[in-house]
Structure formats: C-alpha cells, structure tokens
C-alpha cells in the first residue's frame, strides 16, 4: 500500500487485524467543555493509547517469513510500547530504539514486554535514524514506521470509523497532532464518510513539526523541547510522502497551545472526569479551554490519545487540582 492508496477501503481492510487487539473505545459526553462535546478515550486501549491500532494493523499482517526476522521501530513510548506489546503476544522479536530523553516511567513499561530497548542519541530523529538503518540490511527486522508506513496510517484510522458510528452528525473532530499518523488516518475516514465535518489538529507551541512544515509547504525540521505533551516530539521526516500531503489537503487547520493550557487539559480530565491523559492526549481538551478553538454548530469528538503519563506528573497535577 502506498499514500494514493490510503482511503476508506484501506482502513476497511485492515480492520479485522486491529480488532484481534485494539477495543472500540467510548465517546464521554463532556458538558463542561460544551453540550454536544464528547472526548473519543484512546487513553483506555490496552497499551494506553491509539498506537496499539496502528501497531496491530501492521504486525498481524506480516506473514511467517517475515515475521521470523522480528520488527522493529523508534517511539517517545507509545508507538513503542503497542508494538512490543502485540510482538510479545505473536512471539515476534521486537526492537524498540528511543532517545535518552525518554521518562523513566516509559523505558519501565518497555523492560516489562520483553524486547531489546535500543536507548541513546539526543533527539526522537535520532532514534528513527537508527531503526531505518537496521531494517535496510538483508533480512533485517521490519520496519514499523508510526508515520511513513501507509499500512500504520490505515490502522489509525479505524478510530475515525468508529467516531462516524458512534456519532454520525459529527461536525468537528479535534485530534492531537505529531508526525500525523493519527489525524491523517482519522481525516481519511471522516473526510470519506462526513466530506462537511472539519478536522482541527492540536500540538504544543515547541517543538511542533508538522504545523511547521504545513507553513512552510514542505517537512521541515525543528528543535525538540521539554514539554508536558512529549509523546508529540520529534519530526515528521523530510521525505514524508505519506502523513505530511494528507495533513495538509484534509485538515482544516492546526493551533497550538502552551505549557499551562496543555496542563488544564490535564487537569480538567482529571478533576471532572477522574481520567488520567497524557499531556499529549489532552491537548484538544486544553486548546477548547483556552478558547483557541470555537465550536460550531453540532457534535465535536476530542479525540484523547493516550493515557501514559508520569506518575510525579499526575501527583503534582492533583495536588494543584485540590486547592
């Protein structure tokens, strides 16, 4: 499967493979952010977030050959941490490489599904440099890129068709965004199904690589930086023929929030709805708070990403909560 071939009847396809591990996750009614507000929990997938949709889809179509010479892939965590997680179940060696910058918290929930963690180098670029290069020698492990593979983007996807059947006049779907994997899977299906519903991505002001390169109208790089939402670091490849061109003809636009607005996010899932998101799985409800997005008429889904957020985090978070 190539870019021109990600449309609705891919992630069609690939569907029955994302089923074997991923759940359909709930829509959450949220009256606080708006009255036809619903957050779309990826956070509760049995990894704790989408990527386990994208991982399955690739994965548990690999057939026996390859799935000898084992995968593997580079990730912040989650991506990682889905495709340890569905290779152990399959007895697939996997290889998961990451920069030193990963939370501890994360490199534990990879030393927990036995692969070979493949630590080191500054940056998530980094790590991704080291991945591809072990999968291009002969019968080396197979790649599962979490935003060039067309097959993961597929796999993403299947969330947006879950989205149109649990909500069919969505108006408005608000997804995080990194290297596009997930809003550009997404945006295929409700692009397909609902052509008038508007697609907003959400990313942190530092560090944001696709809204970057959407401004430029190429993959461009740009510096990582510390921030509450790490699982939304790294870039999106300067070869990116694959998320980037479907970000940038589907999606209706991209805003970005700060530091504090991402931890209201945070805060709000937590305090109202006793729900743990990440800071990158809480972007879309920060950008609602703060006002950086406005509702329109009819039903919006926040897409949550994921769950995996550090503990201390979380502490300090309900500790600013209760006063």
Do not use: W, Y
């Amino acid at each position: 499967m190539d870019c021109q071939q990600l449309n609705l009847d891919a992630i069609r396809a690939v569907r029955p493979l994302v089923d074997q591990f991923a759940i359909r996750t709930p829509l959450l009614h949220d009256s606080a952010l708006g009255t036809e507000v619903s957050l779309k929990l990826e956070s509760l997938q049995p990894t704790g977030s989408f990527k386990i949709r994208g991982a399955a889809a690739k994965i548990v179509g690999l057939d026996d050959q390859q799935r000898q010479r084992g995968v593997i892939t580079a990730s912040t965590g989650n991506h990682g941490r889905a495709v340890a997680h569905i290779a152990l179940a399959l007895d697939i060696p996997a290889t998961i490489c990451v920069s030193e910058n990963l939370p501890a918290g994360k490199i534990a929930a990879f030393q927990s599904l036995d692969c070979t963690l493949d630590v080191g180098g500054p940056s998530q670029d980094a790590a991704f440099d080291r991945a591809i290069e072990a999968a291009s020698a002969p019968d080396g492990p197979i790649l599962v890129h979490s935003i060039l593979d067309p097959v993961v983007l597929a796999g993403q996807g299947t969330c947006g068709l879950e989205i149109v059947e649990q909500q069919p006049a969505t108006a408005l779907v608000i997804v995080p965004v990194s290297g596009g994997g997930l809003i550009a899977g997404i945006s295929v299906a409700i692009k397909s199904l609902l052509p008038n519903a508007k697609i907003i991505g959400v990313s942190m002001n530092k560090g944001a690589a696709m809204h970057a390169s959407i401004n430029a109208g190429r993959p461009v790089q740009v510096p990582e930086a510390r921030t509450l939402a790490d699982s939304l670091q790294g870039g999106i490849g300067l070869d990116n023929n694959t998320s980037f061109p479907i970000v940038r003809e589907l999606v209706d636009e991209i805003v970005l929030i700060d530091e504090d607005e991402i931890a209201a996010g945070m805060l709000h899932a937590l305090r109202v709805h006793r729900l743990i998101l990440e800071g990158a799985g809480a972007v879309g409800i920060g950008a609602l708070l703060a006002g950086k997005i406005e509702p329109p008429d009819g039903p919006v889904v926040v897409v949550c990403s994921g769950a995996n957020a550090e503990l201390a985090t979380v502490a300090e978070l309900a500790a600013r909560g209760s006063h």
